[in-house]
């Protein structure tokens, strides 16, 4: 059974169009991510899941019961919804000790206090702040007062879990670290979680499905890989990891096999639709090959060293193309090389319909 | 290894403390803030601890004798009072109109803060008006109920009361407000998705946040009461109610000098005492600093059928303490004589007329323009020289300047009064303008301070190295890049203090004498003689010169000060 079920949410404010038509569905231990860039609607989404925005138009059901219909007048309020919720800014509250903090849902549920006492022991274990308790929130690192944040969330038990860029104020390091414990945490409770964010590192890395948010709208839902290899528009590829965007021409088509002219070289494309004619070639960095001579012939412009592999910029005629190697294969800037597209995508041509 | 003779390059470039112009500039603040400041505040230290010459504590035990216990005892309850209601008014004012839907909360936020702009005094003067013996309120109240003598008056313990509660209370008003605002709204959202309802939420996690904000703004309104003379003075000498300002005025009056000092030190024990306990509560605020969020505008609480309820609350009162002392005062102002039926056959403009041709009155204005101009030019270039020192160019003791500078803040105004007289009027001083300048430039210090420093913070040091780098000397890069960058700010802090100058009473009453009036002591000294129609049309041409000096800040600062 689906957790929670958002049918044709709309959210308008004074006039402008945050949310529109948006759809969707999460599944009983899902991870599904909302993924956009500033802007997109996905945060306005998840707070009207949350209550805290009420929707314009649209329907939003947690654990099958209806929490939002204006249509019918039907509104619960934020504490009426079996959600934990995880700020982006943690909220940790800062008059309370770590221990008040997480207890204050089941304190709110009237629970004894031996019961709270163990649900706030067993959780703080959970996200290893066992120690803590006593401690007040400015005397916490950033990454501590996450892990509060995400104690208090859990401690209720709630439905499904809401989590707002929870990441975005780590540093590098612990971003990473936490990702890791995010993943473990939900697959040892099984609880959903719907999980915002405009990283796509994160977004891949952590969910079983992401939708991809773009002006309001809900532009692509699916697994990681399925989004990465079969991006549905330009939009999604160049969001989805990194993208060279080139004009090319289909020569020839036979079924899905098809052979396009691209930089004066011709390759072959698996391609579902039917396109024809003058279309946009994408190619990922590491869909491109460098070798020392061939057709796509071009000159090493910027090298960056990243560790695990060599990232650069190669000028081939009038444009700059991002290629991504091993790190055993070096080249020195302003080295002639040659391209080979390994793999490609196919969209209609920009102008086309 | 070390060659013999040669000196280690310093790690940090520092000043070189002879020949640079802004070291000269610092020793002569700190000269003339030993003069001004340190000297007559010490003065008014030694004298109260001295009789006959001789050291002794004989002059408090008089203060504290049972004769004279009462004033400080009343001060303690006053100002108490005063602040219990201020908090509880302003704190509910700011919820209302910061977090609900209130209709007008806009229009309202301004008329709230209208009594803080007003001199308390010249509300004393209004509430009299409006509550007295003959007053607007009252009469018709009487006429209604068939009695003719009030069973309460305004000229009252009670009456002191409530007018300091009415000015002092924005005080607590704006620092809740401010603290509202900058409230994550997020930590309520959080608890509302903890399960909260919307009042549990207000309970325990709302309020607990934003009071350090309600105490400190109480605290405010209590040091306010504290060493306010205006009201009291109008308002309870009738009733023979004295606190620590009036008895102080009452004492030099005698003359008792000695016992006017030792009142000043219980006031300025209290009043700092006070202030300490502020920046106690305001040291708290540490442990509330919270990590800035998305900028999300919270969803004001709906108050559904309580909202036209509650908008005829607020308003009303907006009304009384913001519109009605005014209205009074301007109606007051045109009535032929006081205590006239209110009809349009009743006005005249004949009082504005006479006291625009009245010699004492012209001499007031030019005196009060003289000594507010001339206390803010000296206050700004004081102030400029001391926060340059200490904010730029970070001399070494500059920050004691700063220190020093900013201890007349916790000074009651009476109290500084008392001080210039001790240390200036013996060397001939007595009775001219230039006493009254100094007790106003001792005043007023602490606000260009304030200004001053906060303007050169905001310019990156990279600013001031360009230029220098440039070829620019210090004293060409302070007048062609500093000086211009930080002219809006400069300007707001010279209006900032030549406001409150303009209007000044508490230390102008105890400095004047015939021939250096301010227009307001001649407007106190004409309500204190029963001209009360003379008096109104006075303060109502003041209070349009303060609202558009006012409107004037606004502009200047775009908005960052002023109301």
Same mark, same amino acid.
């Given at each position: 059974?689906?957790k929670?079920?958002?049918?044709?949410?709309?959210?308008?404010?004074?006039?402008v169009?945050?949310?529109?038509?948006?759809?969707?569905s999460?599944?009983?231990?899902?991870?599904?991510?909302?993924?956009?860039?500033?802007?997109?609607?996905?945060t306005?989404?998840?707070?009207?899941?949350?209550?805290l925005?009420e929707?314009?138009?649209?329907e939003?059901?947690?654990?099958?019961?209806?929490?939002?219909?204006?249509?019918?007048?039907i509104?619960?309020?934020?504490?009426?919804?079996?959600?934990?919720?995880?700020? %982006?800014?943690?909220?940790?509250?800062p008059h309370?000790?770590?221990?008040?903090?997480?207890?204050y849902?089941? +304190?709110?549920?009237k629970?004894?206090?031996?019961?709270?006492?163990?649900?706030?022991?067993?959780?703080?274990?959970?996200?290893?702040?066992?120690g803590?308790?006593?401690?007040?929130?400015a %005397?916490?690192s950033?990454?501590?007062? @996450?892990r509060?944040?995400?104690?208090?969330?859990l401690?209720? +038990?709630?439905?499904?879990?809401?989590?707002?860029?929870?990441?975005?104020?780590?540093?590098?390091?612990?971003?990473?670290?936490?990702?890791?414990?995010?993943?473990?945490?939900?697959?040892?409770? $099984?609880?959903?979680?719907?999980?915002v964010?405009?990283?796509?590192?994160?977004?891949?890395?952590?969910?079983?499905?992401?939708?991809?948010?773009?002006?309001g709208?809900?532009?692509?839902?699916?697994?990681?890989?399925?989004?990465?290899s079969?991006?549905?528009?330009?939009?999604?590829?160049?969001?989805?990891g990194?993208?060279?965007?080139?004009?090319?021409?289909?020569?020839s088509?036979?079924?899905?096999?098809?052979?396009?002219?691209?930089? $004066? @070289?011709?390759?072959r494309?698996?391609d579902?639709?039917?396109?024809?004619?003058?279309?946009?070639?994408?190619?990922?960095?590491?869909?491109?090959?460098?070798e020392?001579?061939?057709?796509?012939?071009g000159?090493?412009?910027?090298?960056?060293?990243?560790g695990?592999?060599?990232?650069y910029?190669?000028?081939?005629?009038d444009?700059?193309l991002?290629?991504?190697?091993?790190?055993? @294969?070096?080249?020195?800037?302003?080295?002639?090389?040659?391209?080979?597209?390994?793999?490609?995508?196919?969209?209609?041509?920009?102008g086309?319909a | 290894?070390?060659?013999?003779g040669?000196?280690?390059?310093?790690?940090?470039?520092?000043?070189?403390?002879?020949?640079?112009?802004?070291?000269?500039?610092?020793?002569?603040?700190?000269?003339?803030?030993?003069?001004?400041?340190?000297?007559?505040?010490?003065l008014?230290?030694v004298?109260?601890?001295?009789?006959?010459?001789?050291?002794?504590?004989?002059?408090?035990?008089?203060?504290?004798?049972?004769?004279?216990?009462?004033?400080l005892?009343?001060t303690?309850?006053?100002?108490?009072?005063?602040?219990?209601?201020a908090?509880?008014?302003?704190t509910?004012?700011?919820?209302?109109?910061?977090r609900?839907?209130?209709?007008?909360?806009q229009?309202?936020?301004?008329?709230v803060?209208?009594?803080?702009?007003?001199?308390?005094?010249?509300?004393a003067?209004?509430?009299?008006?409006?509550?007295?013996?003959?007053?607007?309120?009252?009469?018709?109240?009487?006429?209604?109920?068939?009695?003719?003598?009030?069973p309460?008056?305004?000229?009252?313990?009670?009456?002191?009361?409530?007018?300091?509660?009415?000015? #002092?209370?924005?005080?607590?008003f704006?620092?809740?407000?401010?603290?509202?605002?900058?409230?994550?709204?997020?930590?309520?959202?959080?608890?509302?998705?903890?399960?909260?309802?919307?009042?549990?939420?207000?309970?325990?996690i709302?309020?607990p946040?934003?009071?350090?904000?309600?105490?400190?703004?109480?605290?405010?309104?209590?040091?306010?009461a504290?060493?306010?003379?205006?009201?009291?003075?109008?308002?309870g000498?009738?009733?023979?109610?004295?606190?620590?300002?009036?008895?102080?005025?009452?004492?030099?009056n005698?003359?008792?000098?000695?016992?006017?000092?030792?009142?000043?030190?219980?006031?300025?024990?209290i009043?700092?005492?006070?202030?300490?306990?502020?920046?106690?509560?305001?040291?708290?605020?540490?442990?509330?600093?919270?990590?800035?969020?998305k900028?999300?505008?919270?969803?004001?609480?709906?108050?559904?059928?309580?909202?036209?309820p509650? #908008?005829?609350?607020?308003?009303g009162?907006c009304?009384?303490?913001?519109?009605?002392?005014?209205?009074?005062?301007?109606?007051?102002?045109?009535?032929?004589?006081?205590?006239?039926?209110?009809?349009?056959?009743?006005?005249?403009?004949?009082?504005?007329?006479?006291?625009?041709?009245?010699?004492?009155?012209?001499?007031?204005a030019?005196?009060t323009?003289?000594l507010?101009?001339?206390?803010?030019?000296?206050?700004?270039g004081?102030?400029?020289?001391?926060?340059?020192?200490?904010?730029?160019?970070?001399?070494?003791?500059?920050?004691?300047?700063?220190?020093?500078?900013?201890?007349?803040?916790?000074?009651?105004?009476?109290?500084?009064?008392?001080?210039?007289?001790?240390?200036?009027?013996?060397v001939?001083l007595?009775?001219?303008?230039?006493i009254?300048?100094l007790?106003?430039?001792?005043?007023?210090?602490?606000?260009?301070?304030?200004?001053?420093?906060?303007?050169?913070?905001?310019?990156?040091?990279?600013?001031?190295?360009?230029?220098?780098?440039?070829?620019?000397g210090?004293?060409?890069?302070?007048?062609?890049?500093?000086?211009?960058?930080?002219?809006?700010?400069?300007?707001a802090?010279?209006?900032?203090?030549f406001?409150?100058?303009?209007?000044?009473?508490?230390?102008s009453?105890?400095?004047f004498?015939?021939?250096?009036?301010?227009?307001?002591v001649t407007?106190?000294?004409?309500?204190?003689?029963?001209?009360?129609?003379?008096?109104?049309?006075?303060?109502?041409?003041?209070?349009?010169?303060?609202?558009?000096?006012?409107?004037?800040?606004?502009?200047?600062?775009?908005?960052q000060?002023?109301?």
């Amino acid at each position: 059974m689906d957790k929670i079920t958002v049918q044709g949410l709309w959210k308008e404010f004074d006039g402008v169009t945050a949310v529109a038509d948006v759809s969707f569905s999460v599944g009983e231990r899902e991870f599904f991510t909302l993924l956009g860039p500033s802007g997109c609607g996905k945060t306005t989404t998840l707070r009207c899941i949350a209550g805290l925005e009420e929707p314009t138009r649209g329907e939003v059901r947690i654990g099958g019961r209806l929490v939002s219909a204006p249509a019918s007048g039907i509104f619960s309020p934020p504490e009426r919804r079996s959600v934990g919720m995880v700020f %982006q800014n943690y909220a940790v509250w800062p008059h309370m000790t770590v221990f008040d903090n997480v207890a204050y849902p089941l +304190r709110l549920q009237k629970l004894d206090r031996r019961t709270i006492e163990a649900r706030v022991r067993e959780v703080l274990e959970m996200v290893a702040l066992r120690g803590l308790e006593r401690r007040f929130p400015a %005397q916490l690192s950033g990454g501590q007062q @996450q892990r509060v944040a995400l104690a208090r969330a859990l401690v209720r +038990r709630p439905e499904v879990m809401l989590l707002d860029e929870p990441l975005s104020n780590l540093d590098a390091k612990l971003r990473e670290q936490m990702r890791f414990e995010l993943k473990e945490l939900q697959r040892r409770m $099984g609880v959903p979680i719907l999980y915002v964010t405009h990283d796509q590192a994160e977004a891949m890395a952590l969910s079983d499905r992401v939708a991809v948010m773009n002006a309001g709208r809900i532009v692509q839902v699916g697994p990681p890989l399925d989004i990465y290899s079969h991006p549905a528009d330009p939009f999604v590829a160049d969001f989805m990891g990194l993208m060279n965007f080139l004009p090319g021409r289909v020569l020839s088509r036979q079924g899905e096999q098809v052979l396009v002219e691209v930089l $004066g @070289q011709r390759i072959r494309v698996v391609d579902r639709s039917a396109l024809v004619g003058p279309v946009m070639v994408a190619v990922r960095p590491e869909d491109l090959v460098m070798e020392r001579e061939g057709d796509m012939a071009g000159t090493v412009e910027v090298r960056s060293f990243m560790g695990n592999f060599i990232d650069y910029k190669v000028r081939v005629a009038d444009r700059t193309l991002r290629v991504q190697t091993s790190n055993a @294969q070096v080249h020195a800037e302003g080295e002639r090389v040659a391209l080979r597209v390994k793999r490609a995508l196919l969209f209609a041509a920009e102008g086309a319909a | 290894m070390t060659v013999p003779g040669q000196v280690a390059a310093p790690l940090a470039p520092r000043v070189r403390l002879c020949g640079d112009p802004r070291v000269t500039g610092m020793l002569a603040a700190a000269v003339l803030l030993a003069a001004i400041v340190v000297y007559p505040l010490a003065l008014v230290l030694v004298r109260s601890l001295k009789v006959d010459g001789a050291w002794s504590l004989a002059t408090y035990a008089r203060a504290v004798s049972p004769d004279n216990l009462r004033p400080l005892w009343n001060t303690v309850w006053a100002a108490t009072l005063t602040s219990v209601l201020a908090m509880v008014a302003g704190t509910m004012l700011a919820f209302l109109l910061v977090r609900t839907d209130l209709p007008g909360r806009q229009g309202m936020r301004t008329l709230v803060i209208l009594p803080y702009a007003v001199p308390p005094f010249f509300g004393a003067i209004a509430w009299a008006q409006l509550l007295g013996p003959q007053g607007y309120l009252l009469r018709p109240v009487l006429n209604l109920l068939g009695i003719d003598q009030a069973p309460w008056t305004i000229y009252s313990p009670g009456g002191v009361v409530m007018v300091m509660a009415i000015h #002092f209370f924005p005080f607590v008003f704006l620092t809740v407000a401010g603290a509202l605002q900058r409230m994550d709204v997020s930590l309520e959202e959080a608890a509302r998705t903890s399960g909260a309802g919307s009042l549990q939420v207000m309970r325990q996690i709302t309020i607990p946040l934003v009071a350090p904000a309600i105490l400190a703004g109480g605290v405010l309104a209590f040091m306010g009461a504290v060493a306010n003379f205006g009201i009291p003075a109008l308002l309870g000498l009738r009733a023979r109610f004295f606190v620590l300002t009036t008895s102080i005025y009452a004492a030099l009056n005698v003359p008792d000098f000695n016992l006017a000092t030792a009142m000043s030190m219980l006031l300025v024990v209290i009043s700092v005492g006070a202030l300490g306990l502020q920046r106690w509560i305001q040291r708290g605020e540490g442990r509330f600093a919270v990590i800035a969020g998305k900028a999300i505008h919270p969803q004001p609480l709906r108050l559904d059928v309580w909202r036209w309820p509650a #908008f005829a609350l607020a308003a009303g009162f907006c009304m009384v303490i913001a519109v009605l002392p005014i209205a009074a005062l301007v109606v007051t102002s045109f009535l032929r004589y006081y205590g006239a039926p209110l009809e349009l056959a009743s006005l005249t403009t004949r009082h504005y007329k006479y006291i625009l041709g009245l010699e004492q009155v012209r001499r007031a204005a030019a005196n009060t323009v003289i000594l507010a101009s001339a206390a803010a030019t000296l206050c700004m270039g004081l102030g400029t020289a001391i926060s340059y020192a200490h904010a730029r160019a970070k001399i070494p003791g500059s920050g004691m300047l700063d220190a020093i500078g900013t201890l007349p803040y916790a000074i009651p105004h009476t109290v500084i009064a008392i001080a210039v007289l001790l240390a200036w009027a013996r060397v001939g001083l007595y009775g001219t303008l230039t006493i009254i300048l100094l007790a106003y430039i001792l005043a007023y210090l602490p606000f260009s301070l304030r200004t001053t420093s906060a303007t050169l913070q905001q310019i990156h040091d990279s600013l001031e190295e360009a230029g220098r780098v440039s070829g620019a000397g210090p004293l060409q890069t302070f007048r062609d890049i500093v000086l211009p960058l930080v002219k809006p700010g400069m300007l707001a802090g010279w209006i900032l203090v030549f406001m409150p100058a303009s209007r000044e009473l508490t230390m102008s009453i105890l400095l004047f004498s015939l021939r250096t009036e301010t227009i307001g002591v001649t407007i106190f000294n004409m309500q204190d003689a029963g001209y009360t129609q003379i008096a109104a049309a006075l303060s109502v041409i003041v209070l349009v010169v303060i609202l558009a000096g006012n409107l004037l800040i606004r502009r200047v600062t775009r908005g960052q000060l002023g109301f």
